[in-house]
């Protein structure tokens, strides 16, 4: 083997020494189900020569959190980024966590100290792009092209191609024919980059990721399930269509080359969006502000408790919010009481919606730590920095009821034109030419491909 990888090498057709396609929001079951009937083929043959297997996702299941989870390899109480958007420390103000505002470095980061050659396309959390020794074009949070990528001059080629920062989600609620031409069309100017930069030279690391699938899954994951004769199709044909960019690629990397693709959490049907603003107002914890601008326009002075999707719940605390009314020595007892209730809470047919409450100390820990727990209820609600930022409460709802804000609505229970909503336990990972654990988390891939780069005894 060490011959021909040598030979290849030296001929100048061995494009990368690791190699990651990520797939956003594909559950484990529905990739063993398309390699069973052929929707996916190329991927099917790596499965079966490599490794299968399920992987968890991070609580609560935002996309923007796991990918920043994988990047850095830390947990959300030491890299910074809770979900999409946050409560500006010391005021009521949003704020949106980014690449900038992440306070651990990410894969690309350390592997160009190391001295690695690193490419990276598409993958949340990487916007904006810091500098590396390579090239790195940022995500979807990126506002235009000209924003996109580092090193700047990569601008005119990506403009020249008509490089798509990510697919239209706003067709998905007027057109769906549309969307999914639209999905077509974002997907090919992907690979058409990619496959542009992979011959450009010898990568250490190259990571290109796929935001559509997760796109098409939000909307018309029902009818894909449901066997709708034309979406359905589509659905489908969509992910035929990723395959068949997948066995260019395969053909272009080789056998040798280490491989893994993954996503970073699983999907369901939604029953319900479940409004947790409207519920938190209705039930006693909050107050609206008169003038309703943001999820965050409430009336601090009577409100216990607030809310940031998806179910991050806050305890409105004395001297850590502004205008806090809960004194710190009912922190506590407060979060048992919302606790308590959000357990109890039915839809409208009695079921109930919330299958655990997970406590801030049970799903982050801070720097210099090692796992969850270790933390007194009081520790736990003054701590500052990083950590201090995390929410009270990670409500994580049955499958189903996909938990949003609604601050402006009239019901708790509603249904909109989403069909998808993210599940945490169940992401899929192929892999080959890397040793991963059994119990595999998305938290845990960095620091296993950073070690496998940087062993390689192929010259640099």
Same mark, same amino acid.
């Given at each position: 083997?060490?011959?021909?990888?040598?030979?290849?090498?030296?001929?100048?057709?061995?494009?990368?020494?690791?190699m990651v396609l990520s797939i956003d929001g594909v559950p484990y079951w529905l990739m063993e189900k398309?390699?069973?009937?052929?929707?996916? /083929?190329?991927?099917?043959?790596?499965?079966?020569?490599?490794?299968?297997?399920?992987?968890?996702?991070?609580?609560?299941?935002?996309?923007?959190?796991?990918?920043?989870?994988?990047?850095?390899?830390?947990?959300?109480?030491?890299?910074?980024?809770?979900?999409?958007?946050?409560?500006?420390?010391?005021?009521?103000?949003?704020?949106?966590?980014?690449?900038?505002?992440?306070?651990?470095?990410?894969?690309?980061?350390? #592997?160009?100290?190391?001295?690695?050659?690193? &490419?990276?396309?598409?993958?949340?959390?990487?916007?904006?792009?810091?500098?590396?020794?390579?090239?790195?074009?940022?995500?979807?949070?990126?506002?235009?092209?000209?924003?996109?990528?580092?090193?700047?001059?990569?601008?005119?080629?990506?403009?020249?191609?008509?490089?798509?920062?990510?697919?239209?989600?706003?067709?998905?609620?007027?057109?769906?024919?549309?969307?999914?031409?639209? !999905?077509?069309?974002?997907?090919?100017?992907?690979?058409?980059?990619?496959?542009?930069?992979?011959?450009?030279?010898?990568?250490?690391? &190259?990571?290109? *990721?796929?935001?559509?699938?997760?796109?098409?899954?939000?909307? #018309?994951?029902?009818?894909?399930?449901?066997?709708?004769?034309? &979406?359905?199709?589509?659905?489908?044909?969509?992910?035929?269509?990723?395959?068949? $960019?997948?066995?260019?690629?395969?053909?272009?990397?080789?056998?040798?080359?280490?491989?893994?693709?993954?996503?970073? *959490?699983? &999907?369901?049907?939604?029953?319900?969006?479940?409004?947790?603003?409207?519920?938190?107002?209705?039930?006693?914890?909050?107050?609206?502000?008169?003038?309703?601008?943001?999820?965050?326009?409430?009336?601090? $002075?009577?409100?216990?408790?607030?809310?940031?999707?998806?179910?991050?719940?806050?305890?409105?605390?004395?001297?850590?919010? /502004?205008?806090?009314?809960?004194? !710190?020595?009912?922190?506590?007892?407060?979060?048992?009481?919302?606790?308590?209730?959000?357990?109890?809470?039915?839809?409208?047919?009695?079921?109930?919606?919330?299958?655990?409450?997970?406590?801030?100390?049970e799903v982050y820990w801070p720097e210099g730590a090692t796992g969850p727990g270790g933390l007194t209820?009081?520790?736990?609600?003054?701590?500052?920095?990083?950590?201090g930022r995390a929410c009270d409460l990670i409500a994580v709802p049955y499958d189903g009821y996909d #938990?949003?804000?609604?601050?402006?609505?009239?019901?708790?229970?509603?249904?909109?034109?989403?069909?998808?909503?993210?599940?945490?336990?169940?992401?899929?990972?192929?892999?080959?030419?890397?040793?991963?654990?059994?119990?595999?988390?998305?938290?845990? !891939?960095?620091?296993?491909?950073?070690?496998?780069?940087?062993?390689?005894?192929?010259?640099?």
């Amino acid at each position: 083997m060490r011959r021909i990888i040598m030979r290849l090498y030296e001929e100048n057709i061995m494009p990368t020494k690791f190699m990651v396609l990520s797939i956003d929001g594909v559950p484990y079951w529905l990739m063993e189900k398309m390699f069973a009937e052929g929707v996916m /083929p190329n991927l099917a043959k790596v499965a079966a020569a490599g490794r299968f297997s399920m992987m968890k996702s991070v609580q609560p299941t935002v996309s923007s959190v796991a990918w920043a989870c994988y990047a850095t390899g830390v947990n959300p109480g030491i890299h910074g980024n809770y979900g999409f958007i946050d409560r500006t420390p010391g005021s009521w103000d949003l704020q949106f966590p980014n690449n900038a505002t992440m306070t651990a470095e990410h894969i690309w980061t350390k #592997l160009t100290k190391a001295g690695k050659r690193v &490419f990276g396309m598409n993958v949340p959390s990487t916007y904006p792009p810091k500098p590396v020794n390579g090239v790195l074009i940022g995500c979807f949070l990126a506002p235009s092209i000209d924003k996109v990528v580092y090193p700047a001059s990569e601008v005119e080629y990506l403009k020249s191609i008509d490089y798509q920062i990510d697919s239209d989600a706003g067709l998905a609620r007027q057109d769906k024919r549309a969307m999914l031409a639209n !999905l077509d069309y974002t997907l090919d100017k992907r690979f058409e980059a990619l496959f542009h930069y992979l011959d450009q030279e010898n990568w250490d690391f &190259f990571h290109t *990721h796929v935001m559509g699938s997760d796109r098409i899954n939000h909307f #018309l994951w029902e009818k894909m399930e449901t066997g709708d004769k034309e &979406f359905s199709e589509g659905f489908f044909k969509f992910y035929t269509r990723i395959d068949n $960019y997948i066995g260019q690629l395969l053909a272009k990397i080789g056998d040798e080359v280490p491989l893994m693709v993954f996503s970073d *959490h699983g &999907f369901c049907k939604i029953k319900y969006e479940v409004q947790m603003c409207r519920w938190l107002i209705d039930n006693g914890w909050m107050k609206p502000a008169e003038q309703l601008r943001s999820p965050l326009s409430i009336d601090p $002075y009577q409100t216990r408790a607030y809310v940031m999707i998806p179910g991050r719940f806050y305890v409105n605390l004395a001297g850590r919010e /502004p205008g806090g009314i809960v004194p !710190l020595a009912d922190y506590e007892k407060t979060r048992q009481e919302l606790k308590g209730q959000l357990l109890a809470m039915k839809d409208p047919q009695g079921n109930a919606v919330i299958e655990k409450v997970l406590m801030r100390e049970e799903v982050y820990w801070p720097e210099g730590a090692t796992g969850p727990g270790g933390l007194t209820p009081e520790q736990v609600a003054t701590a500052g920095g990083t950590y201090g930022r995390a929410c009270d409460l990670i409500a994580v709802p049955y499958d189903g009821y996909d #938990l949003k804000l609604g601050i402006n609505l009239p019901e708790v229970f509603v249904k909109t034109a989403l069909e998808g909503m993210h599940t945490y336990p169940d992401a899929f990972m192929v892999a080959r030419g890397i040793d991963l654990p059994d119990d595999l988390e998305i938290t845990n !891939l960095s620091e296993r491909i950073i070690k496998k780069v940087c062993s390689s005894s192929i010259p640099a």
